[in-house]
């Protein structure tokens, strides 16, 4: 059972754009018109997008003049990891538990 990790935090990582937006920035720090050139998303909707990841905690934003950068919180990424790493240890035990059908 996921405990630490907030529901919404896989909600957000189940969108297809927000999960290829991670994707990129696990590479590299990128700008709203990289991200844009990358996804193929219109700027709006990218934007819509990149407020979801900052509330959730998983992107935090560096100003750079009239441009904003945007970088992963490794951080929120390792809290994940080590959430589906007790959950896969907890499925190994769960395997040989089999409840009784009444």
Known sequence: ???SVEPDVMRVLGDPLRWRIVQLLARETLCTTHLVEETG???TNLSN???VL?????????PCGRYTYYR???EAL???SQEFARLAESARRAA???RACR
């Open 1 to 3: 059972m996921l405990t």
């Open 41 to 43: 998303a219109k700027q």
């Open 49 to 51: 997008h990149m407020k």
């Open 54 to 62: 900052r509330e959730a905690g998983l992107v935090e934003t560096e």
């Open 72 to 74: 992963l919180r490794p």
């Open 78 to 80: 390792a809290g994940l």
């Open 96 to 98: 040989d538990n089999k």
